[in-house]
T-cell receptor, first 111, second 115 residues
């Protein structure tokens, strides 16, 4: 079945630095979604990418969908303490009903 | 104002008991889901209903039985609880069919602890 791999599992970042989390699929995805889960909270939808090579920005967050629609990345610049949490990518194959979630990247920030 | 609400928020019970978790959404969505999140934060889909019809039924023990009385409600009943059932269970909903590219809205989760 559809599998979405996400790395790294943990990311410890100095406040003000940048980091990137990566998402890879073994098969072509029809779309990819990104969610953020704060500690003790629930996943909250951030963004969706549908087109090959698509790039979207939300303030300091940049989301990218690969040309082959098999990978995606989330890049955060100038990390702040409010960025703490777990970031999940979730992808759906062309013939899939279900959204497959990656294992998540848990981000901690050193002030 | 709550979009997707789950009850209870915390559930502590003994092995072998039967328990239910309720979920309601007031977003007018057609599709609802149950996810299990383990201690490593891995989110695993369990079930999905679209307009009260079971659409996704992943490999979960028969002890887990979902029930959707209407499209705004999706409950989860668990029989003979086991230690491995300890996890956070999230209900979610989305507009339209599960295969459409709609974002999912999650409830606050039910933290189930088995003693």
């Amino acid at each position: 079945g559809q599998q979405v791999m996400q790395i790294p599992q943990y990311q410890h970042v100095q406040e003000g630095e940048d980091f990137t989390t990566y998402c890879n699929s073994s098969t072509t995805l029809s779309n990819i979604q990104w969610y953020k889960q704060r500690p003790g909270g629930h996943p909250v939808f951030l963004i969706q990418l549908v087109k090959s090579g698509e790039v979207k920005k939300q303030k300091r967050l940049t989301f990218q969908f690969g040309e082959a629609k098999k990978n995606s990345s989330l890049h955060i610049t100038a990390t702040q303490t409010t960025d703490v949490g777990t970031y999940f990518c979730a992808g759906r194959g062309s013939n899939d009903y279900k959204l497959s979630f990656g294992a998540g990247t848990t981000v901690t920030v050193r002030a | 104002d709550t979009a997707v609400s789950q009850t209870p928020k915390y559930l502590v019970t003994q092995m072998g008991n039967d328990k239910s978790i309720k979920c309601e959404q007031n977003l007018g969505h057609d599709t609802m889901y149950w996810y299990k999140q383990d201690s490593k934060k891995f989110l695993k889909i369990m079930f999905s209903y679209n307009n009260k019809e079971l659409i996704i039924n992943e490999t979960v023990p028969n002890r887990f039985s979902p029930k959707s009385p209407d499209k705004a409600h999706l409950n989860l009943h668990i029989n003979s609880l086991e230690l491995g059932d300890s996890a956070v269970y999230f209900c979610a909903s989305s507009q339209d069919f599960p295969g459409s590219n709609q974002p999912q809205h999650f409830g606050d989760g039910t933290r189930l602890s088995i003693l």
